[in-house]
């Protein structure tokens, strides 16, 4: 899975797929910055799932917004986010059946949309907010 804007460093191949929750009332930040030469930082809205790919070594800071100011609200190791074990080329290795090629592409797929619908919902949130 690629990530849209900032896509993970090349040479890697220890990438996980990844899930956070923001399970709070507040809108979140969440950023990467223990990955060198790599920029990842995404708004989390209240009830929001963030999907993302990330190295197994990778720390997801959670930074809690408060009117005019962050605070860091929480450190995660991204190997505890983990929903999937290995990456797309090793599936690709694997003799699976038709059945279960069906259900990873149906899955890669779902998480496309739900991606796409977070996408859609930040930019009409931030549409919203801006007029």
């Known amino acids: ?3 849209i804007l900032d896509p993970l460093p090349s040479g890697n191949s220890d990438r996980i797929l990844c899930c956070y929750v923001n399970a709070t009332s507040h809108i979140q930040i969440a950023r990467i910055s223990n990955v060198p030469n790599w920029y990842f930082e995404r708004v989390v809205f209240p009830g929001q799932r963030l999907v993302f790919e990330a190295m197994s070594e990778a720390n997801l800071e959670i930074h809690t917004g408060m009117m005019a100011s962050a605070i860091l609200s929480d450190t995660i190791p991204c190997d505890r986010l983990c929903i999937s074990e290995g990456n797309d080329s090793e599936l690709n290795t694997i003799d699976l059946h038709d059945e279960e090629k069906k259900e ?3 899955n890669t797929r779902k998480i496309e949309i739900q ?5 859609e919902t930040v930019e009409t949130l931030t549409t919203a907010y801006v007029s």
């Open 115 to 119: 991606k796409k619908r977070n996408l």
């Open 104 to 106: 990873i592409n149906d």
């Open 1 to 3: 899975m690629a990530q």
